[in-house]
């Protein structure tokens, strides 16, 4: 562990230092604050589209946690091997040079603040539903959320943790309690659907047994891709590496919990779909969460799952936005931005690069532009991981001395099953919306005669 990071409490922090003050519960608070979001109450729908039969749906999920735990252990690896805020920038551009560093740097902090916006609108046009004053204001009041949540991070680490804590655990246990609520109420259920159960029956055992073991096979690869983009998030902790405590022991923790906590919420609430309505029904639900809330809790359904949502997104917005401020503090401390956005106040924040990302956030929100961004930029998400997971052989082999606190387990075979899938994701993304993909590859061109601008014009002279 950098013990040059440690601080005495009674010192004011450098300017450019960020405070050591993070333990595993921030960990599993910002991971599953990352990770588990309200779309576990639309994905299973698509998902079951896909896989019309009850132990193919039940098990993609499953499937979908394993994968994030073999990801998982190469993250732990290079995140406590160099333990500095930044996430995936860090690894990238340590291993493969201020350009890949760049690229990943660049959309990775792009990506965090579309997602900001993308979260603050949903929860506008959801609080619409439950405050009928609100309607014809979701940009305004998803504003004020923006700025609501810049306050909170101004106010330092401490604050943010606080408030990740709160969001993250109120999240986990309502969707808990919805998945409880449909489980008690289920065999009533059973019988009044019956009818409909056993109508679709013979339905989906046609659709099972007819497909080719191709056509099988695609169909699993696209259900996997919903799901694994359902755990995305679950490498959370990494982007704040020099602020754990002790992060040779904290980040693999809070990593591998998270996993299984988010990977157990999903697995149980799809059971308790699948429990309560066949998978028929699912798979020709519009929104299954608002169809299961309206069976389990009657004329309050509404309000309950409108309620969830809200939830998940403020979990949501909080865990992006630290991400995003850690992200390009990172790239400025190695000359990527402005020196200037490495200065940080009394409470541990990153000032100008939360400014910066809040900024970028707003313009992404008034300008309604962020969706397509959005989709552009998680082709480039995806690049990103294959070239996190890079990054491992190349460190491996080029620095095979320096210390690793953690070793991924089952490397090299744990790292290139990860490298691989994500390949194939990438292939399957070009295939899949081949649109978004060529407008995401020739931004990725793009980038470098960016880079070579940044280079030559952005004031790096530190701080004063």
Not at 14 to 38: D, E, N, Y
Not at 153 to 168: F, L, M, P
Not at 290 to 312: E, M, N, Q, Y
Request: net charge positive; aromatic share 12%.
């Amino acid at each position: 562990m950098d013990t040059s990071l440690q601080l005495h409490p009674d010192e004011p922090p450098p300017r450019s230092k960020l405070l050591q003050v993070l333990g595993i519960g921030f960990g599993i608070a910002v991971t599953i604050g990352a990770t588990v979001s309200g779309g576990i109450l639309r994905s299973p729908a698509e998902v079951a589209t896909h896989l019309p039969s009850v132990w193919m749906f039940i098990g993609i999920w499953f499937l979908g946690a394993l994968y994030a735990f073999v990801c998982s252990v190469s993250f732990a690896e290079l995140s406590t091997m160099m333990p500095h805020s930044g996430g995936l920038y860090v690894f990238t551009h340590k291993a493969l040079g201020d350009y890949a560093g760049f690229v990943v740097g660049w959309t990775d902090w792009l990506t965090s603040c579309g997602t900001v916006s993308a979260s603050a609108l949903l929860i506008s046009d959801v609080a619409a539903g439950l405050v009928p004053s609100l309607h014809g204001k979701s940009v305004w009041l998803a504003t004020a959320l923006v700025l609501m949540f810049t306050g909170f991070q101004w106010s330092g680490i401490r604050a943010s943790s606080v408030v990740q804590g709160s969001t993250s655990f109120l999240k986990a246990v309502a969707l808990i309690i919805v998945a409880v609520a449909a489980f008690s109420v289920g065999r009533e259920l059973i019988a009044s659907t019956a009818a409909s159960a056993a109508s679709a029956l013979p339905l989906t055992t046609a659709v099972v047994a007819e497909p080719s073991l191709w056509s099988l096979l695609m169909a699993t690869v696209l259900a996997l891709q919903i799901v694994i983009y359902m755990y995305d998030g679950y490498y959370g902790v990494v982007y704040f590496g020099e602020e754990v405590r002790n992060p040779a022991r904290d980040i693999p923790r809070s990593m591998f919990t998270s996993v299984w906590i988010a990977g157990g919420i999903y697995i149980l609430l799809n059971v308790a779909f699948v429990y309560v309505l066949p998978i028929s029904r699912i798979a020709s639900s519009d929104f299954i969460g608002g169809a299961i809330a309206k069976l389990t809790f009657g004329a309050s359904g509404d309000v309950v799952v409108r309620s969830l949502i809200i939830l998940c997104e403020l979990s949501t917005i909080n865990a992006f936005f630290l991400f995003a401020t850690r992200t390009l503090f990172a790239m400025s401390r190695d000359g990527l931005f402005s020196a200037r956005a490495v200065r940080v106040n009394k409470g541990g924040t990153p000032t100008v690069s939360l400014f910066m990302s809040m900024a970028v956030a707003l313009i992404f929100l008034l300008s309604g532009s962020f969706e397509k961004a959005l989709a552009i930029l998680t082709f480039a998400i995806v690049v990103n991981y294959a070239l996190s997971f890079l990054a491992v052989f190349v460190l491996r082999h080029r620095e095979p001395n320096t210390p690793r606190l953690y070793k991924a387990w089952g490397y090299p075979w744990t790292t290139g099953f990860a490298l691989g899938v994500s390949v194939l994701f990438l292939a399957g993304s070009v295939v899949g919306d081949v649109q978004h993909s060529l407008a995401a590859i020739g931004a990725l061109a793009m980038s470098y005669p960016v880079y070579l601008i940044s280079r030559k014009f952005l004031p790096r002279e530190p701080p004063v």
